[in-house]
């Protein structure tokens, strides 16, 4: 799900994500292999952040139990 989500990303956000969140770099050694500035970075972490939590809080909704129609089983 968070790959899905991270691919509806953009290229720039997408990248500054990786780097920080999944590999664990610090924002200065991702700044330096993304050739930015750290204030840039943190700017796209940022909204990188926001992004992939409304694109998880859609899917959430889309995919929740009560948004599913209720079929009964044969037999019941």
Same mark, same amino acid.
């Given at each position: 799900?968070?790959?899905?989500?991270?691919?509806?990303?953009?290229?720039?956000?997408?990248?500054?994500?990786?780097?920080?969140? #999944?590999? %664990?770099?610090?924002?200065?050694?991702?700044?330096?292999? #993304?050739?930015?500035?750290? %204030?840039?970075?943190?700017?796209?972490?940022?909204?990188?952040?926001?992004?992939?939590?409304?694109? #998880?809080?859609?899917?959430?909704? #889309?995919?929740?139990?009560?948004?599913?129609?209720?079929?009964?089983?044969?037999?019941?």
């Amino acid at each position: 799900l968070l790959e899905q989500a991270l691919t509806q990303l953009n290229e720039e956000q997408r990248a500054a994500i990786v780097l920080v969140d #999944l590999q %664990g770099l610090p924002y200065d050694e991702a700044a330096q292999v #993304l050739d930015i500035p750290v %204030g840039t970075l943190k700017s796209r972490i940022a909204r990188g952040r926001q992004a992939l939590a409304q694109l #998880l809080k859609n899917y959430r909704e #889309l995919f929740a139990p009560s948004s599913r129609p209720n079929i009964e089983r044969e037999g019941k």
